[in-house]
C-alpha cells in the first residue's frame, strides 16, 4: 500500500500512461470478465422453477409462505398475479414473477419491476453468474445427497433490483429463499433468528451485515455454506466476523454499480480488497479517457452485457460516456476510484 500512496501523491502532478505491454495487458486480460458461458434465455429459467415439486417451499416473508405451485400452477394464462411487486409480501412476490412470465410470454424484451425496466439479455447474464456463483459451496465434507436444503436469505433493500437476480436465481435452482421485512432486514438479531429458524445455507447482504451481526451479540450461524456480500469493504473485520460466525463457510464480497445489473467485479474477503470483472463485465480506469498505468489510481468506468440506462437509479445521463477503446459500446462513470495491482487485481476505493 505504501507504493500505491506514494504514486497517488504524484497523480495530481503527472498520471503515467501505461507502457505499450501494460496497456495490452490492461485491455485483453485485465478488464473485462472472460465471455459468460451458461446464459439461460428467461424462458427456460421460468421453466426450471416450473420444474420443482409444488409444495416446496418457494418464499417465505413475514410470516407468509409462497410454494412453487401458488407461483408456477397459475401462470398458465397472461396476467398473472393482480397484487403489487411494490413491497415483501408474499403476493408481492408472486406478483413479480408473473410480471416476468407474462413479458417472456408475449416477447417483450424489457421487464417491469418496481419501477425499473430490466433489459432481458442484461438479466439472463446476471441470473447466470448468480447461479454459478451460489452453485460453489466448498468445502464439500459431505455427500452432496445429504446436503441440509438450499435456503437464501435475501437482505438486501427490496427496491434493489438485485432482488430480482437473486429471486429468478433461486428459483430455477429449486431454492427457497426468505425474505425479511424491512423491519427485520435493518435489526441483525432479527436476521440472525431467520437463519436460525430457517436453515439458511446462503446470505447475500450488504459486506457490513457479518459485523453487524458480531458487535450484536451473534456467536455462530453454522449453516450458513455461502455468504454473498455486496460493498467496497475489505477491512480486516470483515472476514475476522465471518469466520468467527461459519468457520466452514465460503465467502465473496461484490462490487456493484449503478447502471450495472449484478455484481462487476467480485474477490475473497481480504483486506486488501481486490476483486476481478466477473463474466460479461467490463471495467476501466481512466483519466480523462485515457487508461492509467498499474498502480495508478483513476476513475472506475464499467460495462459489458448487464449495463443499461434503466437502472442507474436516476443519475445523470452524461455519466454515460462512449467507450474509447471499443466504437460500439458504452461505459458508466460510477464515481468511485480504483486502481489495478501489477498481478491485474482490482483495487475499488471505499
Known sequence: MTVVDD???????????????ERERILGEWATGVEPYDVSPLVTVIRHGHMVPGTRVAARCGGGVVTYGDLFDGLG????ASESSASPTPGGIAALLAEFVTASRVGVGRFGANGLLLSADALAVAVADRRNIAADRRPRRVDPAMRPADVRLLALPWGDPQNTVDLLAAWSAGASVVVPTEAQRRDPLALAGLIETYGVTQVVAEAGLPIRFVEAGVERLPAVARWDLIGTCGGSMLPEAVRCLAPDAVATVAFHAPAYLGAVSRG??????????????????????????????????????????????GRDGDCFVGDPYDSRSRLFRTGHRGWWTSEGRLIIES
Open 268 to 313: 475473497p474477503l481480504a483486506p486488501t480488497a481486490w476483486t476481478r470483472p466477473v463474466p460479461g463485465a467490463k471495467v476501466l480506469l481512466l483519466d480523462e479517457g485515457r487508461l492509467v498505468a498499474p498502480g495508478v489510481v483513476g476513475d472506475v468506468h464499467v460495462g459489458g452485457r448487464a449495463l443499461g440506462a434503466e437502472f442507474a437509479q
Open 77 to 80: 394464462s397472461a396476467g398473472g
Open 7 to 21: 504514486i497517488r501523491g504524484i497523480d495530481s502532478f503527472v498520471v503515467p500512461s501505461p507502457t505499450s505491454v
